[in-house]
């Protein structure tokens, strides 16, 4: 299969980026939205071609799919180990090509309704262009050293565009500790690539991931604290893709990313950027199931599936709708990495790998018609909050119904995209881990209870007086939604399973029927549970939480979560890790120097008194310094 | 002796012909004409960079006091370029604000002199040739750092610094006296082989050390550093904080993997523990800077600090990720300073709040300083992260990996406060934003040789393949 011309994908958004970027006082702003969405048009309709092509006519020898490679040598860094770019086609690379594609180019028709009239419109644009080329490269990329430069271009262009709104103090600090705290996983992330260079002499995923290669199967032979030095590689690299997935407890930073324009929050946060955590397991998934039994893979499932469960509790309190679909994601997330974490390697017991890839898949599409919806109804209400909302159905029919079809996809009814792909979940984890498999169930429960408690609250419940009438979004904002609707309807009777597995060879997959049945029970039980609640607002919920008393208003303080963090990181971890653990602070979300910030700043403060601006004082530390290294290592080196 | 030995020593013996035609420029221009003399010095200096690039044979002189070879011939065209940039930038500053004071010629004069040490501190074969470069390099300084005379704060820069260099060479110049009396020899061939670790070579060692951490700004002899950027002007300040620390670290290099090299042991602990309270020493201090220098000053003190994790490999791996690394260094910095500096000339202004909403205002000079800052806090792809990732790399070869651990902590830390500026800058307005304003020519042309410099850095990779080959050398 010839793959020369999909390097046009990313290049394509990259040109319209330095078009854009370079030009942004110049270009009227219409055309720069014409030309953002028809960049992206191309580069979405060559996706398409690729992903038809690779995996209906030419992907496959010998019913496996092939990876093909393009990619040529970018730097000799020492004689044994270089850096390649390049792309890689293989099954996920050409999944994710069709998500990114199909997602930003909804968000792009749409912002250009969203984002009519605002001054920066062409910047945003530029913006758009400059992730989504981040993305595809991502996605593409042939070695770790690579994947690596676009993951932090990757936060680069999310920092820029969560401070879009740059008159808001919160987005401004928002983009920061967004950027910061997946900085700082990326740290773990960077250290893991040294590790591996040098351990396993290689970035290529191609080599790294050889069943029968040397870096699996001797990649035990070295070992560091009771663990081979390639798992903990694998754990650190693990490290930087739950920082951008908002795994727990790297998480922080989701919610506050939705001081973002929506459309934003729906590309980034909901179907991509987010994703690329789970994608970074995917592809490195053979290292993570064969080095040392995989051990490292346990982790991503026990990580996976807590932080499922937590988002899940915290997302049934938050008041904010973005909130809320926030830590759906997150919680969501953690589905997929479960998934990743219960599955095998060959044939059908690679099913929880092909499971949350089928669940990203989906996932990406009801989740951006979630966000997509809900910024149609704040564009309409002006607020963000739940208690400014409600009966909106009358002015808003559109929303409403593709709202409603996003809400039982991701409750896991039947047959909307959510119920196929969670059902497949949910076996695997049946099938490996028991444990698991019942916090995926209750998870599922609670998902369709605080989804179908938003769904209620904005469209149906007690009417609210609005200055403005409310009235449905313009067509080129609910085009996008449709379009959306239609694929969370139908993504879900894609047969997965012939195109993606861990082997590469497909299988085909069946309803479990009595598994799917619970799953499905659970989930309407929750859509009922939230329509007692929430349908007729009555004071039922306001009863029950009292009946919950102190666990209501703990989940609903997100578990202290926060305070807790506040004190461990001013108490605890500041003296040891400094700086960056103490960026989580709760001032710094102030978006001023704080946070870091105070502490750093009195331990600035309480050694600037060194830095007198007297030249006696320095003169007295330059000798003294020099005759302290000499006493220390003179006294070292003869002892 | 013959002419081909002489052109050993060209480089010297040009930027020594364009002093002396400076000064003949200076007594025979009108006093209306001077401000041609800005062009001359650029135009002079240009030629002096491009004759840097013809290949130069490896040799020595003067019975092995003056040694060249293809990488010291190589470091001395990255200090060329350095200072031509520096000069580019720094032309508009020297015709609207000094030349009309009749001191415009000085600045060439002192600058180039201050190379020309720099050269033959590269280039030495010996104590005395090292030293007497240390010393012509320095010296200038002082009078280059005091030039704004009419300021309070640059003449207490020029007394604070001659003051500190005045010291840094005298212990430094005592270190070298031990090393001559345990070894018997000044000549470097000779110290390698009778260098043995004894208290007293060890003492002279540190001593000496000491003289060269000075230049470097390691902790604890960098105290000047802030104070002296401050008062000093800016290009002054970025001509110490790059090419001044440029040449410093590729000499140190040249010493401690050739001549020290058999007490590799000991200085690998030394450096270590030097590196480590560079890195959190600068970044703490950066975190709370306000002046846009002094942020400059504190944050080239921790980048100083990831050098010397280069340095602990004392292999041909360590030689050429320093270099490229030092190479990148320069031009990132230099673009940051460039764009301080063209603030400061138009507005007066160095503060980081008064950077806020210039993206608004003058998009072209943001996206030059945040690249340059993106490359300082070494975030893909712009080239400072291949810097950073291949200092790490190399001392993650050598087992370091604690020090590569926090390194990276480090590297994250300065993330933030790079940040702080960036957020200034494009994510924040402000009622007083700078206004919008054009650049002359040597500024606009200044900046953008550093963008030039720091996106081929990072893109054209048979340059770091061409280092690689040039690091032999040394090893």
Do not use: C
């Not at chain 1, 990259?14 to 939205?33: D, E, R, T, W, Y």
């Not at chain 1, 599409?365 to 809900?374: D, E, R």
């Amino acid at each position: 299969m010839n793959i020369s011309y999909t390097v046009l994908i990313p290049l394509i958004p990259l040109a319209v980026f330095l078009l854009l970027g370079l030009n942004s006082q110049k270009i009227k702003p219409a055309i720069s939205g014409y030309i953002g969405v028809l960049g992206l048009s191309v580069s979405a309709a060559l996706s398409f071609y690729t992903a038809y092509q690779y995996f209906l006519v030419d992907g496959k020898v010998d019913d496996v799919y092939q990876t093909f490679v393009n990619k040529s040598v970018w730097m000799n860094f020492t004689e044994t180990l270089h850096i390649d770019i390049g792309i890689l086609i293989d099954p996920i690379s050409v999944m994710m090509l069709v998500v990114v594609s199909t997602v930003s180019l909804m968000v792009h028709i749409y912002s250009r309704g969203y984002m009519k009239g605002d001054e920066g419109y062409t910047r945003f644009f530029a913006y758009l262009s400059l992730f989504t080329f981040s993305m595809y490269g991502l996605v593409l990329a042939t070695n770790l050293f690579q994947i690596y430069i676009f993951w932090e271009l990757v936060g680069v262009s999310s920092f820029l565009l969560i401070g879009y709104y740059y008159t808001k103090p919160s987005a401004v600090s928002a983009a920061k500790k967004a950027f910061i705290v997946t900085r700082f996983a990326d740290l773990g992330f960077l250290i893991g690539i040294l590790i591996m260079g040098y351990y396993a002499g290689s970035y290529d995923f191609e080599t790294l991931n050889n069943p029968e290669g040397s870096v699996i199967l001797n990649g035990a032979s070295t070992s560091f604290m009771g663990l081979s030095v390639i798992t903990w590689a694998l754990l650190l690299i693990f490290m930087g893709g739950a920082g951008k997935s908002a795994m727990f407890p790297l998480h922080i930073w989701l919610p506050d990313a939705m001081e973002g324009p929506t459309p934003v929050s729906a590309l980034i946060h909901a179907a991509t950027m987010v994703v690329a955590g789970v994608f970074l397991v995917a592809r490195l998934f053979p290292m993570f199931y064969f080095v040392e039994n995989g051990f490292a893979l346990n982790i991503v499932a026990y990580v996976g599936a807590f932080s499922a469960l937590f988002a899940a509790i915290i997302a049934i309190t938050q008041t904010d709708i973005k909130r809320v679909l926030a830590f759906s994601t997150m919680s969501q997330l953690g589905y997929m990495m479960l998934a990743l974490g219960v599955s095998g390697y060959d044939g059908h017991e690679g099913v929880g790998y092909m499971a949350s890839m089928f669940h990203l898949f989906t996932h990406a599409m009801f989740k951006a018609l979630l966000f997509l919806g809900a910024g149609s109804v704040i564009h309409a209400v002006h607020s963000n909050y739940l208690k400014d909302m409600g009966g909106l159905y009358k002015y808003m029919p559109i929303t409403n119904i593709t709202f409603l079809i996003a809400a039982l996809a991701i409750a896991g009814v039947p047959p909307f995209a959510g119920f196929w792909s969670k059902d497949e979940i949910l076996v695997a984890a049946f099938e490996h881990n028991k444990f698991i498999y019942y916090i995926g169930v209750f998870v599922a429960g609670l998902t369709a209870f605080y989804m179908f408690r938003i769904y209620f609250g904005i469209f149906w419940g007690k009417e609210k007086t609005y200055e403005h009438k409310p009235h449905e979004s313009p067509l080129s904002m609910t085009i996008p939604l449709m379009v959306l609707a239609l694929l969370s309807v139908v993504a879900g009777f894609i047969p997965f399973s012939e195109f993606i597995t861990p082997d590469k060879v497909g299988f085909e997959a069946h309803l479990n029927y009595p598994l799917a049945a619970i799953a499905t029970g659970v989930g309407l039980f929750g859509i009922f549970f939230a329509w007692i609640f929430y349908k007729n607002e009555n004071s039922l919920s306001d009863t029950y939480a009292k009946a919950f008393g102190p666990f209501y208003k703990w989940a609903s303080d997100k578990f202290y979560f926060d305070e807790i963090y506040l004190f461990i990181t001013k108490k605890i971890i500041f003296n040891l890790i400094s700086a960056p653990i103490a960026k989580f602070d709760k001032k710094y979300v102030d978006g001023t120097m704080e946070g870091i910030g105070n502490k750093t700043i009195l331990i600035s403060n309480k050694i600037k008194g060194i830095q007198s601006g007297k030249f006696q004082d320095y003169a007295f530390s330059f000798v003294m310094g020099a005759v302290i290294i000499a006493l220390v290592f003179i006294y070292l080196w003869t002892n | 002796m013959n002419f081909s030995s002489f052109l050993l020593m060209r480089q010297e013996m040009i930027l020594l012909t364009i002093i002396l035609l400076l000064l003949v420029a200076e007594i025979s221009l009108p006093k209306a004409k001077k401000q041609s003399i800005v062009h001359l010095a650029i135009f002079l200096f240009g030629i002096n960079t491009i004759v840097g690039f013809f290949a130069i044979e490896t040799s020595s002189w003067f019975g092995g006091m003056f040694h060249t070879n293809g990488l010291i011939h190589f470091f001395k065209n990255v200090l060329n370029v350095g200072v031509f940039i520096l000069l580019l930038q720094s032309a508009d500053w020297l015709q609207e604000k000094i030349v009309d004071n009749n001191k415009g010629t000085e600045f060439f004069i002192l600058l180039f002199s201050s190379l020309l040490g720099m050269y033959f501190m590269i280039s030495a074969g010996d104590f005395l040739m090292f030293y007497l470069g240390l010393e012509l390099s320095t010296l200038p300084v002082a009078a280059l750092a005091a030039f704004e005379v009419t300021k309070r704060i640059s003449s207490e820069a020029g007394i604070k610094f001659i003051l500190s260099a005045a010291l840094a060479s005298g212990v430094s110049l005592f270190g070298i006296s031990m090393l001559y009396a345990t070894s018997g020899s000044i000549y470097f061939d000779d110290i390698i082989t009778m260098i043995a670790s004894t208290n007293l070579t060890l003492l002279g060692f540190i001593l000496f050390f000491a003289g060269l951490a000075f230049k470097i700004s390691l902790v604890p002899f960098h105290f000047w550093t802030a104070d002296v950027y401050e008062g000093a002007p800016i290009s002054v300040a970025s001509y110490l904080s790059v090419i001044s620390k440029g040449a410093a670290v590729f000499i140190l290099m040249i010493l401690l993997f050739t001549v020290f090299k058999n007490l590799m042991h000991v200085w690998e602990n030394i450096i270590y523990v030097v590196a480590l309270a560079t890195m959190f020493i600068g970044n703490l201090f950066a975190l709370r800077q306000q002046n846009m220098k002094r942020f400059l000053a504190f944050s080239s003190i921790a980048q100083a600090g990831f050098i010397l994790l280069g340095l602990m490999t004392g292999n041909q791996l360590g030689t050429a990720t320093i270099i490229y690394f030092v190479m990148i260094y320069v031009f990132s910095n230099l673009a940051a300073f460039g764009v301080v500096q063209a603030i400061s000339l138009k507005t007066g202004k160095e503060n980081m709040n008064d950077y806020e909403g210039l993206y608004r205002t003058n998009p072209n000079l943001s996206l030059v300083m945040m690249l340059a800052l993106f490359s300082l806090a070494g975030i893909p792809p712009v080239a400072g992260f291949f810097g950073k990732f291949f200092l790490f790399t190399a001392a993650a070869s050598k087992g370091y990996y604690l020090l590569v651990f926090l390194a990276v902590v480090n590297v994250t830390i300065s993330l933030y406060y790079y940040l702080l500026v960036v957020r200034a800058m494009f994510l924040r307005t402000s009622d007083q934003a700078i206004p919008y304003f054009k650049n002359k020519l040597y500024m606009k042309l200044g900046l953008l040789v550093t963008v030039i410099g720091i996106l081929v850095l990072g893109l054209y990779s048979p340059l770091y393949d061409y280092i690689f080959e040039l690091s032999k050398h040394l090893n």
